[in-house]
């Protein structure tokens, strides 16, 4: 996971990306990252890389410092579903 579960951060990456041992379905598959208001930051739906299909990222704009929560779901090109939610802080 990029950036990491509980990360305090100053620099932020351009994305929120997270890996998986299995390949994904990316009509099925989802990543959001909410502010603490619970408003959500990135403007771009997350999806599957094109190129790694066990990659899931989202584009983020530049951010404000403060807490961040990522919320994701995806299901597995053998159909196994899973998800999950982690929060990093953005210090800067």
Do not use: C, K
Not at 4 to 25: C, K, M, S, T, Y
Not at 26 to 52: C, Y
Not at 69 to 76: G, L, T
Request: glycine share 10%.
């Amino acid at each position: 996971m990029e950036p990491r579960v509980g990360a305090v951060i100053d620099n932020l990456p351009g994305q929120v990306r997270i890996w998986f041992d299995a390949d994904l379905e990316p009509a099925f598959s989802t990543l959001r990252v909410l502010d603490d208001q619970g408003r959500q930051v990135n403007r771009d739906p997350g999806q599957v890389n094109t190129g790694q299909a066990r990659l899931l990222e989202a584009r983020l704009p530049p951010l404000a410092p403060g807490v961040y929560h990522v919320f994701w779901r995806v299901v597995a090109r053998d159909g196994h579903a899973t998800e999950g939610d982690y929060s990093f802080t953005l210090g800067r």
